[in-house]
C-alpha cells in the first residue's frame, strides 16, 4: 500500500493562531480525506480533499475553519484556523486508490493548543 | 444514515487466550467493512475488509473476521492473543458513491493483553 507521510507528527500551539499539516503520499491516489480523532474518541470526517477544486465538507466543519488544498494527486494540506484549546486533538490524513479501495491513513498529526 | 456500535469499550485477555471483538453495522445496502488498529502514538492499520464474496475473511497478524448478514455483524476474531496485540480496534463501514468513499467508525475497543 502507499506510503503516507504527516507533518508535523506533534505541535504544540498558541490559542488564536493557525497551524497548516502537511500530507504527502508515495504515489497518486485518487481519494484524500481528512479526520479528527478527539482525545479519547473516534475518528470523525472533516472533508474530502479534491484535487483541483473544493473541499467537500461534511456537516459540523466549514472551509473557514479548515481550509483544505490539493494540488495534485499526491499532496494535501489541512490548516485549523485560529485555533482554541477545543481544537487540541490527532488529525489523521487518509487516502484510498479509487472510491472502491478501501482508506490508509498516516501516523497523524497531534496537536495541543495552550 | 450509516452506524457502527462496538458495544464493548475495553477487554482484557490473557495472552495465548482466544479474542473477539464484536461489531454491529447500520446500513442500508451491501456495507463494505473494515477493521482498523491503532496502536498508541501511531496512525490507523487495516487489518482486513470485507467487499464481497466469502463472509469469513482473513487479514494481517493472524485476525480473521466474519460478515453476518443476518445478525448485521462484523466481528473480529484471534485464535492465540500475543502481547502486541494491546491497541485500540476500530470497526468501520463504508458508504460508496459514484464520488466518495465515506468511513464511518465505531467508538473502538482498547484491548489489554495480561502476561
Known amino acids: 500500500s502507499a506510503v503516507i507521510s504527516q507533518k508535523p507528527s506533534r505541535d504544540i500551539c498558541q490559542r488564536g493562531t493557525s497551524l497548516t499539516i502537511q500530507c504527502q503520499v508515495d504515489?497518486?491516489?485518487?481519494?484524500m480525506f481528512w479526520y479528527r480523532q478527539q482525545p479519547g474518541q473516534s475518528l470523525t470526517l472533516i472533508a474530502t480533499?479534491?484535487?483541483?477544486?473544493?473541499?467537500?465538507?461534511e456537516s459540523g466543519f466549514v472551509i473557514d475553519k479548515f481550509p483544505i488544498s490539493r494540488p495534485n494527486l499526491t499532496f494535501s494540506t489541512l490548516t485549523v484556523s485560529n485555533m482554541s484549546p477545543e481544537d487540541s486533538s490527532i488529525y489523521l490524513c487518509?487516502?484510498?486508490?479509487?472510491?472502491?479501495?478501501?482508506?490508509?491513513f498516516g501516523d497523524g498529526t497531534r496537536l495541543s493548543i495552550l | 444514515a450509516q452506524s457502527v456500535t462496538q458495544p464493548d469499550i475495553h477487554i482484557t485477555v490473557s495472552e495465548g487466550a482466544s479474542l473477539e471483538l464484536r461489531c454491529n453495522y447500520s446500513?442500508?445496502?451491501?456495507?463494505?467493512l473494515f477493521w482498523y488498529v491503532q496502536s498508541p502514538g501511531q496512525g490507523l492499520q487495516l487489518l482486513l475488509k470485507?467487499?464481497?464474496?466469502?463472509?469469513l475473511v482473513q487479514g494481517i497478524k493472524g485476525f480473521e473476521a466474519e460478515f453476518k448478514r443476518s445478525q448485521s455483524s462484523f466481528n473480529l476474531r484471534k485464535p492465540s492473543v500475543h502481547w502486541s496485540d494491546a491497541a485500540e480496534y476500530f470497526c468501520?463501514?463504508?458508504?460508496?458513491?459514484?464520488?466518495?468513499?465515506?468511513?464511518?467508525f465505531g467508538t473502538g475497543t482498547q484491548l489489554k493483553v495480561e502476561l
Open positions: 487518509s487516502v484510498a486508490a479509487d472510491s472502491n479501495q478501501p482508506q490508509h
Open positions: 504515489s497518486q491516489v485518487t481519494m
Open positions: 480533499a479534491n484535487q483541483g477544486s473544493e473541499a467537500t465538507y
Open positions: 446500513y442500508g445496502a451491501t456495507p463494505y
Open positions: 470485507y467487499f464481497s464474496g466469502d463472509t
Open positions: 468501520a463501514v463504508a458508504q460508496i458513491t459514484g464520488g466518495g468513499n465515506k468511513l464511518t
